[in-house]
């Protein structure tokens, strides 16, 4: 099978687990019969989800999204692409890093105002424990509606930033 998706990347904090409860929540607003790891999701089990503890070896952890049986299929048979009404399933596999990340220069900084993308953009990075995040989509998010919707909510169920550059609010 050829490989499918778009893979848009991410060094995030520890805040992860909390964040990716809020993205499973935006998920169910986009799908209201959200499927995750292939199974039904009922609106009251969203209340108490958590991210699952990835395994303690050389993989990553995953959850997967989509919009119920139908897409799952499509999914089988497609990998991750977009179906007719221009949707598709998408993933976020990460993996706790328990150690040091050190970066010599911050760079491309999106922030919630001016001050704060200045306060960090050229100082350096430190982290004592982060995850390593990859969120595959049907599609380029630069290029592709739906791809680009999902990945702004992912941005977003960290808080609120200011408009990206270069792309819708």
């Not at 221009?86 to 970066?103: D, K």
């Amino acid at each position: 099978m050829d490989i499918t998706g778009y893979s848009t990347d991410y060094i995030v904090d520890m805040s992860f687990p909390e964040a990716m409860r809020h993205f499973v929540r935006r998920g169910h607003q986009r799908w209201a019969g959200l499927f995750l790891y292939g199974e039904p999701v009922a609106t009251e089990a969203l209340v108490d989800w958590s991210l699952p503890e990835a395994e303690d070896d050389d993989y990553s952890g995953i959850v997967t999204f989509s919009s119920g049986h139908e897409m799952e299929t499509f999914w089988e048979e497609n990998g991750y692409a977009l179906d007719a009404s221009g949707q598709g399933p998408y993933s976020v596999f990460y993996r706790l890093h328990a150690h040091t990340l050190q970066a010599e220069t911050v760079s491309g900084v999106e922030a919630e105002s001016p001050e704060a993308i200045e306060a960090v953009e050229g100082t350096s990075l430190l982290l004592s424990e982060y995850y390593a995040v990859s969120l595959v989509t049907p599609e380029d998010p630069a290029a592709d509606p739906f791809s680009e919707g999902v990945v702004d909510d992912f941005v977003s169920s960290f808080g609120p930033l200011g408009p990206r550059a270069g792309r819708s609010g």
